[in-house]
């Protein structure tokens, strides 16, 4: 369910605007009636319960639980393996059981740029998309008010670093004066598997404890690719 929406007159399920189930889309227009195209906010009752019987109040029975910033589990993997001169080592790491608030589509400013998966999948018309809601100056709705809809699994598995070498055999190394000769090549952060849709979802802390788990849209972890040569005379 998504945001807690106290005071309107008309009623739904749950999950009623769910991107996997196709369920019906609507939103509220400028004479507050609804219409397709826009997410749809449900009522709870003290329990946490949809009901059909809104109070016309917001307070403390309105809230509901849509997750943890902090995991359930954190793993990490190193592997070292050689043969024959070959050396390889890798190292993965992940978190399970995490919520991150995907912040990226800026629910501050409704006017502002989206990424792009937001303009290729958002509402325009029936029969073409309910992924996303309608893109439109006229928010009514609140669409990009802060809610259970930009609330995604934070789970992850990333490869941190693959590290492949070659020593090559002292009898070639030793003819040039050399004691050990090793090459290698080094990747970083090359892999990630995820169903988070955010840039990185390995985010971490940006600005005080309240940030935990909030993607402001940050830089995400770097690929990187290195070549070197070790030498031992």
Do not use: H
């Amino acid at each position: 369910m998504y945001t807690l929406w106290d005071g309107s007159s008309w009623t739904a399920p749950a999950k009623a605007f769910d991107k996997e189930s196709g369920a019906e889309l609507r939103f509220v227009d400028a004479e507050g009636s609804p219409t397709t195209g826009e997410i749809l906010i449900v009522v709870l009752d003290a329990d946490g319960n949809v009901t059909n019987e809104p109070d016309g109040v917001i307070d403390e029975t309105d809230k509901t639980y849509l997750g943890k910033p902090s995991p359930d589990w954190m793993f990490g993997l190193n592997l070292n393996m050689d043969y024959k001169g070959f050396d390889l080592s890798v190292f993965a790491q992940g978190v399970l059981g995490n919520q991150l608030y995907n912040g990226t589509y800026r629910t501050d400013l409704s006017t502002n740029n989206k990424p792009q998966k937001f303009y290729d999948n958002r509402w325009t018309g029936d029969g073409s998309t309910n992924e996303w809601f309608r893109a439109t100056e006229n928010d009514y709705n609140k669409n990009l008010r802060p809610s259970s809809y930009f609330v995604e699994d934070g789970a992850y598995l990333r490869i941190k670093q693959l590290m492949l070498g070659y020593t090559l055999p002292q009898e070639l190394t030793q003819k040039i004066e050399v004691a050990k000769l090793r090459v290698y090549f080094t990747a970083n952060n090359i892999f990630t598997l995820t169903n988070y849709t955010g840039l990185d979802p390995e985010i971490g802390q940006t600005s005080g404890a309240s940030s935990i788990g909030i993607d402001r849209g940050l830089y995400p972890q770097a690929k990187s690719f290195m070549f070197g040569v070790n030498v031992t005379f």
